[in-house]
């Protein structure tokens, strides 16, 4: 069946940097768009960042824009998130999410990991 | 930014009783929007898309309804699995999700 592993968070000091990684299986992982949500302790969810099947299209949020990047190597069927320049308000855990279909923006989230926790404090 | 507003923040039933969320955009989303259950400690799974449709696996009980700016989401006799946080999600424009409503045990 379809499976999203995340890896890679922990506690990092603000300004400092993580990348985050997701396994995918079960599904031929470079026919789908793939996004990044997070959601802070207790609160709800916020889209991150999305790459298209290929690669090549990326779109952030404006919270995340200019220091966070979303890539992919679809030899390994794997997705990233480099985050640069950490602050305390991207505490949260950070889920990788599939697109139902191949075009994100004509598509909806699903399914979703089980999440990385990232904590930002000094 | 599209704003999406769910209410009420807190739902308090009992099993087998009707359940009904709302969702109001802050400008038309036409049907393009989704609903998640998210369970204690666990993910959220994909409910309903594009307004209406259930997503694979999803039971009958659950419908929803809407287009333009305002949408419900309708659980028509609860199950004690049921009781979770519920979040609207649009893809007019970006991507954004509502604050959620919480479905509790009363």
């Known amino acids: 069946q379809v499976q999203l592993v995340e890896s890679g968070g922990g506690v990092v000091q603000p300004g400092r940097s993580l990348r985050l990684s997701c396994a995918a299986s079960g599904f031929t992982f470079n026919n789908y768009g793939m996004h990044w949500v997070r959601q802070a302790p207790a609160k709800g969810l916020e889209w991150v960042a999305v790459?298209?099947?290929?690669?090549?299209?990326?779109y952030y949020a404006d919270s995340v824009k200019g220091r966070f990047t979303i890539s992919r190597d679809n030899s390994k069927d794997t997705l990233y998130l480099q985050m640069n320049s950490l602050r305390a308000e991207d505490t949260a855990v950070y889920y990788c999410?599939?697109?139902?279909?191949?075009?994100?923006?004509?598509?909806?989230?699903?399914?979703w990991g089980q999440g990385t926790l990232v904590t930002v404090s000094s | 930014e599209i704003v999406l507003t769910q209410s009420p923040a807190t739902l308090s039933l009992s099993p087998g009783e009707r359940a009904t969320l709302s969702c109001r955009a802050s400008?038309?989303?036409?049907?393009?929007l989704a609903w998640y259950q998210q369970r204690p400690g666990q993910a959220p799974r994909l409910l309903i898309y594009?307004?209406?449709n259930r997503a694979t696996g999803i039971p009958a009980r659950f419908s929803g309804s809407g287009s333009g700016t305002d949408f419900t989401l309708t659980i028509s006799s609860l199950e004690p699995e049921d009781f979770a946080v519920y979040y609207c999600q649009q893809r007019s424009n970006s991507y954004t999700f509502g604050q959620g409503t919480k479905l509790e045990i009363k």
């Open positions: 790459v298209s099947y290929d690669g090549i299209t990326k």
């Open positions: 400008q038309s989303v036409t049907s393009y």
């Open positions: 594009d307004a209406s």
């Open positions: 999410v599939r697109c139902t279909g191949i075009i994100c923006s004509s598509s909806w989230f699903d399914p």
